[in-house]
């Protein structure tokens, strides 16, 4: 804490209509007297609302607007002597990218990742990993009118309220764009927890509008990432894509647009991940699978609908394997009890809203308060749900990394309790190849 020192002449004022001393005290008073006054001044005042960080070991800024220069992110923390080039952040950011089929936005970006720092020789260094993504397709005047009124549910005028000032193209920071900034450390995230424990992280869409996947038809044993990438739409089950497509098609031939859910699910995570009271785990992927642009619900476990049951029929019966491990004969707590990973399979759904960019006239007002109707341009996904799979593995990967460093960091730093805890590695190391082009980097 700093000081200063004001020195204030509180006796003998000269000042007209100042003396309101009382005759004993205006005896006293002389004009060398003076009391000094000590005030306390805060040195280091730091005010963090950026909002555009996450986690606390491993943690990733992202930057950049989507009519700009380009979008990418910061990783900081990231262990050292991972093997990573930039073909591993790509796959999954090619799974993002806009203009992948006739049911996803037409803009043309091929999304190519550069790494500038943090990997040297093909290898992470443990140093910050800078990751930049350009933007090639840019159209700004197609969102000219955005600059004169609010384009319905989108955060035009939040961000005019909150800042008084805004990045008009493309909806700037608001713009789904931004999520490259988080699906290129996600596959870096997944990546270290394949190799770390076999962790396995799957999202699948299990609705578009009023077409419902049935969760008996996906088998979250044995789902492969080949079943879910087999259609445009990326639901495992090709009747049921068919009819998703069928209904994406419909409203996009109108201007239109609808919603849907994105299922994920994650497999062989370790024990133990996740912390008691305000930190639990799944509160921890709730926060960050709903930063995710047009969320709008999440669930976890049996969800909304182990309301329906009572205590006896929802209860996880716990049982000993022929290996001597705790499990769980049902799951319906999700794979999270107390806020903290079991070892069964965690799943979790994400709800999205209708992409609110549609080619149909809306009412709206101007930003000088004037009631108009306007037509929003601009090439929008017509429903957002396929796009949003690697998005949403790529959150939960995140928390789930951030997790492994916590818990490796507070409760295996010295010997374990092999009575009551297993080692953190539930799965033998996968062992990465040197990358053929880690001269490149």
Request: proline share 6%; net charge neutral; aromatic share 6%.
């Amino acid at each position: 804490m700093a000081s200063s020192l004001t020195s204030k002449s509180i006796l003998g004022s000269t000042k007209p209509g100042s003396s309101s001393l009382s005759p004993e005290l205006r005896r006293l008073s002389s004009p060398a007297v003076q009391i000094s006054i000590r005030t306390q001044t805060k040195k280091n005042l730091q005010i963090q609302a950026t909002g555009s960080s996450y986690g606390t070991h491993f943690r990733v800024s992202t930057f950049g607007e989507s009519h700009g220069g380009g979008v990418g992110c910061i990783i900081d923390g990231c262990p050292p002597r991972i093997p990573l080039s930039e073909s591993d952040l790509q796959f999954d950011l090619d799974r993002r990218r806009p203009g992948q089929s006739r049911i996803t936005t037409p803009r043309k970006e091929t999304d190519t990742c550069r790494i500038s720092s943090g990997v040297s020789e093909g290898m992470t260094t443990g140093t910050p990993i800078h990751v930049f993504v350009p933007n090639t397709d840019q159209r700004g005047l197609d969102y000219s009118e955005m600059s004169v009124a609010y384009r319905p549910s989108h955060a035009d005028a939040t961000y005019d309220m909150k800042y008084g000032v805004r990045s008009v193209q493309g909806g700037g920071r608001s713009s789904a764009r931004e999520t490259i900034g988080r699906v290129a450390p996600g596959a870096l995230a997944k990546k270290i927890l394949k190799q770390f424990a076999g962790t396995e992280i799957l999202a699948y869409v299990s609705q578009v509008h009023q077409v419902v996947l049935p969760e008996d038809l996906v088998d979250h044993e044995n789902l492969t990432l080949e079943q879910i990438e087999n259609n445009i739409v990326r639901c495992p089950n090709p009747e049921y894509a068919e009819k998703m497509i069928a209904a994406i098609d419909a409203v996009r031939t109108k201007g239109n647009s609808v919603g849907g859910v994105v299922t994920c699910i994650v497999r062989n995570a370790p024990r133990g991940l996740g912390t008691p009271v305000f930190d639990k785990l799944e509160a921890e992927l709730a926060k960050a699978c709903m930063s995710l642009p047009a969320t709008k619900g999440f669930e976890f476990g049996s969800g909304f609908s182990g309301t329906f049951l009572t205590g006896l029929e929802h209860n996880d019966e716990f049982y000993a394997d022929e290996n001597g491990r705790i499990r769980t004969k049902t799951n319906r707590s999700g794979g999270i009890q107390g806020g903290i990973s079991n070892g069964e399979i965690i799943n979790m759904r994400v709800a999205f809203k209708p992409t609110s960019t549609i080619g149909r006239k809306q009412n709206t007002v101007t930003r000088d308060k004037k009631e108009t109707e306007m037509i929003a341009r601009g090439r929008h996904d017509p429903c957002v749900v396929p796009r949003a799979v690697p998005m949403v593995e790529a959150m939960v990967a995140l928390v789930l990394v951030d997790q492994l460093l916590a818990q490796y960091a507070q409760c295996h730093l010295f010997p374990i309790n092999p009575e009551l805890q297993e080692p953190l590695r539930t799965a033998s190391p996968v062992e990465f190849e040197q990358p053929q082009n880690a001269a490149a980097l």
